[in-house]
């Protein structure tokens, strides 16, 4: 019994050997993902794919243009992890989805630093990128803790004292005593920033373990810039349609995109079904059939992907508040032009496959690498720079930022206040599909010959 | 009227494999053609030739009057293939196949379904009219696989081995069909079963190593063989009840006699053409 078991092992394994799909599949699939997975997650975590932490950009626009706001931009640029950039229409940015969070440094902060008080300072954020911001917030904090209390300490601790009945005699030793024990906590917190730099600790992620003892409660990303006159303003609050979920809007974009590209690919290897049951060679028998064969195809693709789609959005709507009806018209047109590119590569991996078998391989290897890429799965901000360039040429991402622009910010088709259109994505997904079609129909013709056309 | 095929020189060669070298056929106006050839003869080729599917690397073909090169549509609009395979959509049923392929020609509703309707009585599918292909024994989806080469009334019709593995009553319903198209239609049959060929086809061009090695009526064919059937002579027996005094006569005489056969037969003319060493690998 074991003889004829080890026999059927050899047979097996020497099958599966010679079938490059089950290869692809096993061995080159988990790595690939592993290293997309793993690769993202620490960007997501800080770090970069150096090993130190990656930075996240920072918009200021710095409106008082004073010492002090300059000394704090100083003090953020310095900052581990944060990668400063000047703007003028910060509240435009983050209302487009540019940037995940702005610091709006208002006129008059110098003149309040230097009154002794604590300035106030306006923290834009994109609540749909709330690792970034998280991210962010905790990294900007010794930097704005140096610059507020550091400079108003002083004065602050002074008047504290004085509201307690504390003896006046004694206020300049319990201030010096307090500068000493500020610089230490000062020095600790540089050297705990030094040593998440050298990756021995998490990154600055905030987690429960940085809320007070005791559970009080407290919102790390409010409380805690309030507390330094930090006014937290959230600025992509919906303009049109019911209240949205950014969480929802995302997962409904990621699906359209990833299950249209499975779906179409797998409505796309009917042609390899044709071939193999003899109807192609039938259909290629009628006159003029070249061109045909393949319009029908992507137009078969493009109705099941329709279909797909509305199924899919409808039920968002009913059950999750997915603002389909307020922008039906965006949505129509971006589904339109993903169904088109998507379609497109459906064809092209048809015609470039032999079989159903290696179709089905190398698109899924190839979907979830996109998907990944894409920013299907997690922020593509937090992924390492060279990913998000990568994920510049996936058509996941144009669909992706087209449907989020829509669903999220409440984007138009073009532009309308201070709000972008989603037309270059618009644009660009009718090009990728027109690009993927193009090549489709010439390994179409390659292969099949162009006799019969 | 010219020829319904007229193929000269042509060759066709695929990396260092030739299919066809040189290949000389002609098929007359209402003629059913038999072409026959071991595997790798280039038979599949030659149709993919004629079919509009492949063009050669040399030589000339007319089809119909009209250059494949230049006139493809011309031609298919006119011509019928019945591929080896069974092509046909198992999700469909039979109505449904029939009617899509004859969609594909353009063909009005009206007349899409009395063709429908000619095919599925022609066919005898007609009680199976409504059900799925995928359900239809083989024989069922040979008979539906000729008929819906037929849909759009073609006058050159080719068939690539249409009754691979059928039961005797179906290859004979087949076979009954096809005869029935004699005098409508021109017809090229390609097959490994010489019985078929002998049934049906006027004239028999047998093929190898990419060219016609032997061309003609069965009966010119066999005169053709004798000198390569070797020494053998034909002893012709009014009945089978001659047979053992035949042999008696033979044994008493002294006359060495190993085989008894009543005439040479298709395949062993075919054998003795074409040799036999096995072919593996059609071109």
Known sequence: MFQTALHLVRKDLRIFFRDRTALLLALVLPIVLATVFGTAMKGMAGESSG??????????????????????????????????????????????????????????????????????????????????????????????????????????????????????????????????????????????????????????????????????????????????????????????????????????????????????????????????????????????????????????????????????????????????????????????????????????????????????????????????????????????????????????????????????????????????????????????????????????????????? | MEDAISLSGLQRRFGEQTALAGLDLVLHRGEFLGLLGPNGAGKTTTLRMISCVDRPDAGTVRVLGCDPATDSPKILARMGVVPQELALYDSLTARENLDFFAGLYGMPTGQRRERVGWALEHAGLVDRASSRVGGFSGGMKRRLNLVAALMHEPELVLLDEPTVGVDPQSRNHLLEMIDGLRGKVSLIYTTHQMGEIERLCDRIAIMDQGRVVANGTLEELRIQAEDSLGGDHRLELQDGAQMERAMQILQREGVACSTISVGADLESIFLATTGKALRDGEA
């Open chain 1, 51 to 453: 090993g130190g932490i990656k930075p996240l950009p920072l918009l200021v626009e710095d409106r008082d243009d004073s010492e002090a706001s300059r000394s704090l931009v100083a003090r953020l640029e310095a900052q581990d992890g944060i990668l400063v950039r000047k703007g003028t229409d910060a509240h435009s940015e983050v209302r487009n989805g540019d940037v995940a969070m702005a610091l709006v440094i208002d006129k008059g902060y110098g003149e309040q630093s230097a009154a002794g008080k604590i300035p106030e300072l306006r923290l834009l954020q994109d609540p749909s990128k709330m690792l970034s911001v998280q991210v962010l917030t905790a990294r900007m904090m010794p930097a704005l803790v140096q610059q507020t209390i550091g400079n108003a300490k002083g004065p602050l601790f002074r008047s504290f004292l004085a509201d307690t009945g504390f003896p006046v005699a004694g206020i300049d030793r319990a201030e010096g005593m307090f500068q000493t024990m500020f610089d230490g906590m000062t020095g600790l917190a540089a050297e705990l920033q030094h040593e998440e730099a050298d990756g021995s600790q998490d990154a600055a992620v905030p987690t429960d373990a940085a809320k007070p003892a005791g559970g009080s409660g407290m919102d790390f990303l409010h409380d805690v810039p309030k507390l330094l006159g930090v006014k937290v303003e959230d600025v992509t609050q919906a303009t049109t349609g019911p209240p949205k979920s950014a969480g929802v809007s995302h997962a409904f974009a990621a699906m359209a995109v990833m299950m249209l590209m499975f779906s179409m690919v797998a409505g796309a290897g009917t042609l390899l079904d044709e071939q193999d049951q003899g109807t192609l060679l039938r259909l290629r028998l009628v006159p003029r059939a070249g061109d045909a064969i393949l319009l029908g195809k992507t137009l078969f693709l493009a109705s099941i992907g329709a279909l797909q789609l509305i199924v899919l959005f409808l039920f968002g709507m009913f059950v999750f508040d997915v603002p389909v009806l307020p922008n039906l018209f965006e949505l129509a047109v971006i589904s339109g032009a993903t169904v088109f590119a998507v379609a497109g590569m459906g064809m092209l991996f048809a015609t470039y496959s032999r079989t159903r078998k290696q179709l089905e391989g190398s698109s899924t290897l190839i979907i979830l690498a996109m998907s990944a890429l894409g920013g299907a799965w997690f922020p593509r901000e937090m992924t390492p720079d060279l990913f998000q360039t990568l994920g510049k040429f996936t058509l996941t991402a144009w669909a992706m930022d087209a449907y989020h622009g829509v669903l999220w910010y409440g984007k138009r088709l073009w532009p309308a206040g201070e709000l972008n259109g989603v037309w270059p994505q618009v644009a660009v997904l009718m090009a990728i599909g027109c690009v993927l079609l193009l090549l489709a129909k010439s390994a179409f013709g390659r292969r099949f010959g162009s006799v019969a056309g």
